[in-house]
Structures are given as C-alpha cells and as structure tokens.
C-alpha cells in the first residue's frame, strides 16, 4: 500500500516536474507584522532566484535577486518596514519593477492613449493602505491576493492586486491565458470604482511602472512586438509585447516583462469585454527618495543601475472612457531568463497534421500510382511477351 502511493507521487512529480523548488515565507524576520512583504526563493540547479512581493510602503514592487545557489538572504525591520536586505555575497544580477502611481489623464482628443498633450493628474500609490486577502504560500505555489484603499477621502474606488508563482511552466487560468514558468510571476491587476475628477469629463486611468536593473546606467530597457502564429490561447490578439532589460537583450539572463495589448472592463474576462492596452516610450529617471526601491538599491553601485519608467494606458477611441465600466483589469508576468514562447497545443498539431497530411498523402499515392504504372508500360509482364 505504501509502496503503491509512494511510486504515484514519485510519477506524479516525474510527469509535473518542478523546475524550481520554492520556498514562500510572509515578512521573514517580522512574523507579526500587520504590513505585507513576501519573499520567494526559488533555488535551481545552477542558480537561485530571490523574489520580493512587497506592500509595505504603498506602491507594490517586484523585486528580483540572481544569486548563487542557496545564497540566504536576510532582511531587518524598523518599525513593521522593511530596512536592510543583506546578501553575504555580491548578486549576480538584480532587476525591479514597482507601480508607483496611477496616472489620470483628461482624454479630450479621446483617442484612447495617454499623451502629453492631455491634462493629466498623479495618484501616488505610496500611502494605498493594503489589505491581505487569499493567500496560498507553499512549496506547490505562492499565490497572494491584495485589496489597496486610498488613504484620502476624495479618491474613492479600490486596486486589486494578484500575483501568483508556480514552480512549473503553465498557461494562466484567465485570459489572455500569459504563460508563466518557474522563472516568472504572473501579476494580474484590476482598477474597481475610481473617482475621477470633477475637472475632467473624459477621464482615464494609467498606470506607471518605474524599472530598475544593475545595468550600465546609460544603457536602455526595449520593449518589441512578436506576433504569435496562433491567437488559441487569446482569440483575435497575435501581439505579444516583451520588455528587456539591457542584459536581456544581450543574452538570456536579464529580467523581462511579457504581457499582450488587452485588458478588460469587466471582472469576468472575456473577449467582448476586451479592449486595447497601450505602452509608452521610456523615459530616464532616478529612484524615489524614499520606499523599498531606494532601500534596497542603497548599497548597490550607482552607476551600475538602470532607472526607467513608462505608462501603460486603456481603452480605444469612442469607448465611453473609464466612467463606462468603473473597472479595467490586465494582466502581465515579469521574469528572469528567456521569455516564455506559446507552443502549439496538441489539438492544433493534430489539426495541421490532417490539414498538410491529407493533401501530401493524396499527391504521393497519385505519383505512387503514375510510376507504378509508367514501369509497367515499359517492362511488360513476362508472360505477356511470351504470348505474342
Ligand atoms: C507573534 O504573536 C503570537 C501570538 O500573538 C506570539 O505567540 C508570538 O510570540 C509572536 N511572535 C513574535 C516573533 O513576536
Ligand atoms: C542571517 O540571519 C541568520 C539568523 O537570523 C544569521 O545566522 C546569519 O548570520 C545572517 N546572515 C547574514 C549574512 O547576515
Ligand atoms: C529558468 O532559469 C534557468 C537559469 O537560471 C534556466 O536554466 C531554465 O531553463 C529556466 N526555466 C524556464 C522554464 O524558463
Ligand atoms: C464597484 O461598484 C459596483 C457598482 O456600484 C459594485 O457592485 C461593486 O461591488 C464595486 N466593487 C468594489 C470592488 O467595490
Ligand atoms: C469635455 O468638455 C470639453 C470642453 O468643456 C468639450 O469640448 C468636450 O466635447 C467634452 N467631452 C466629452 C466627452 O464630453
Ligand atoms: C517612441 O520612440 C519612437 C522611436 O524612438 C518614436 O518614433 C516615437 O515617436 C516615440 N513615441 C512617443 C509617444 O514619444
Ligand atoms: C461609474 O462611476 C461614476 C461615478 O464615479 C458614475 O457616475 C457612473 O454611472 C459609473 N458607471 C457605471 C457603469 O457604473
């Protein structure tokens, strides 16, 4: 009996092989904290992968750490806040990115992306007051669902945030279904409810990434557009949009960010309630004066660290603006490595199979049957010959 189950996990965990193993743990070193600060370590045949999921400070960040195999990493606290993130040794390579602010922008000309000619207005994310929901935090998946609150009054509505890491390749339950590994998170996020300002009659919302990574500081992140050769997976959307860091585009080992140009204004994805996701160009910038970023880059070189930032904006002309729906969720998932590309499911493989089969099968047996019948012309049967 115990011989028998022993041999299914053993199978079970041969067929869904882990890539990773990956250890969750909630605020190490401040167990008791109200705050949220998640941290995976994801150790790998070659390498460990560190990530951080951090809430602390109102703006969510995603921080990425490269190290050497097993390398610990220790984290102080003051004051339910993170402070010192300590590695024995120097990391092979680290990368960021964290949603500092919202960004409403007064679409006059309302043709669906943010620009620098509309009036525009900040929402700062650094005092969001967060809010733990489900949370899964185990060795099978790190899972954490946050809820933030804006602290003043006049900003009504609320930001949900979702992120999610297996220690296996899988393609994400909702749409556009991004594929995550072992390597990457992925990160859904949905704006609910926001009061927009009185002032604007045409208000949208975008949300701005600040991305950092230990490159040369006057290098540049690229962003670049592939085409998938088949829209299974998010019907009618062929865009992938892939984010690298300078390192990335150098080799496979930098950090990206991978997401499609849709996302949603209803809670029940679909492709009706899809519309366009747009990214702007990057701009130069430094680290905030303050937060987990600064922290954390503190003892790092300054002139080995790349700062950029850019927006990511919603909605198509004539969509009725954000005021529509009150509601846009989109979906992207950040990494280490190569970024992940979709393969053809076994139904499409079979589909194509018959679709180039039975034409090539027809045209061999036609050309089977003409030779076959060309060396019978020219070599008579024996017995024929004999007969005339
Ligand atoms: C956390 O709280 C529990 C119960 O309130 C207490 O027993 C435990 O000692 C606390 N842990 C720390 C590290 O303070
Ligand atoms: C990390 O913390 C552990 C226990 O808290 C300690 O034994 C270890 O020396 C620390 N490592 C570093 C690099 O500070
Ligand atoms: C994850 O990264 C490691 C290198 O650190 C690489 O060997 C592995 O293939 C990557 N896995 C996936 C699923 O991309
Ligand atoms: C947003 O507003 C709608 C309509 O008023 C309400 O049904 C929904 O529960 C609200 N969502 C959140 C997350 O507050
Ligand atoms: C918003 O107001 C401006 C000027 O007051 C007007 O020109 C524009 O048509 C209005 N837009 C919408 C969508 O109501
Ligand atoms: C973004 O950059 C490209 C090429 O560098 C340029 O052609 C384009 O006008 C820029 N877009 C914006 C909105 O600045
Ligand atoms: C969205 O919210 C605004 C007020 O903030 C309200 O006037 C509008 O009717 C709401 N739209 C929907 C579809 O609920």
Redesign the pocket.
């Known amino acids: 009996m115990h011989l028998h189950s022993l041999l299914i996990v053993f199978l079970l965990s041969f067929a869904c092989g882990q890539d990773r193993r990956i250890t969750p743990v909630l605020n190490p070193g401040c167990e008791n904290c109200s705050t949220t600060l998640v941290y995976i370590k994801a150790d790998g045949s070659q390498d460990t992968v560190h990530q951080l999921w951090d809430f602390t400070r109102g703006a969510p960040t995603i921080i990425y750490l490269i190290t050497k195999q097993s390398t610990p990493l220790n984290i102080s606290w003051v004051d339910e806040l993170p402070d010192k993130f300590v590695l024995p040794e120097k990391p092979v390579y680290s990368f960021a990115a964290s949603i500092d602010k919202l960004q409403e922008y007064n679409d006059i000309e309302n043709n669906g992306h943010i620009d620098n000619k509309s009036p525009q207005r900040e929402l700062p994310l650094r005092h969001v007051w967060w809010r733990r929901g489900e949370h899964q935090l185990s060795g099978k998946e790190a899972m954490l669902h946050m809820r933030g609150h804006f602290e003043e009054r006049r900003q009504r509505g609320v930001l949900d945030m979702k992120l999610d890491l297996l220690p296996f390749k899988d393609y994400a339950v909702d749409l556009p279904h991004l594929i995550h590994t072992a390597n990457s998170t992925l990160v859904d996020i949905s704006l609910v409810?926001l009061?927009?300002s009185e002032d604007y009659n045409a208000s949208r919302f975008a949300i701005h990434f600040l991305m950092v990574s230990t490159d040369d500081r006057s290098d540049s992140m690229t962003y670049s557009m592939r085409k998938s050769l088949d829209d299974e997976h998010t019907p009618g959307v062929f865009e992938i949009f892939e984010i690298k860091t300078p390192k990335s585009s150098r080799s496979d080992d930098g950090g990206f960010l991978q997401f499609r140009p849709v996302c949603y204004t209803e809670p029940e994805r679909s492709v009706s309630s899809s519309t366009n996701a747009y990214i702007t160009n990057f701009t130069r910038t430094s680290l905030p004066y303050a937060g987990t970023l600064r922290d954390f880059y503190r003892t790092f070189d300054g002139n080995n660290l790349l700062v950029q930032d850019m927006y990511i904006s919603f909605g198509l002309p004539g969509d009725g603006f954000y005021?529509?729906?009150?509601y846009t969720s989109w979906s992207f998932t950040i990494g280490y490595g190569v970024p992940p590309v979709e393969s053809f499911s076994l139904f499409v493989i079979i589909i194509i199979s018959i679709g180039l089969g039975v034409p090539v099968l027809l045209a061999l047996s036609g050309i089977t049957y003409v030779l076959v019948r060309r060396c019978k012309q020219r070599n008579p049967p024996e017995r024929f010959t004999d007969d005339e």
């Open positions: 409810n009061t927009s005021r529509q729906h009150n």
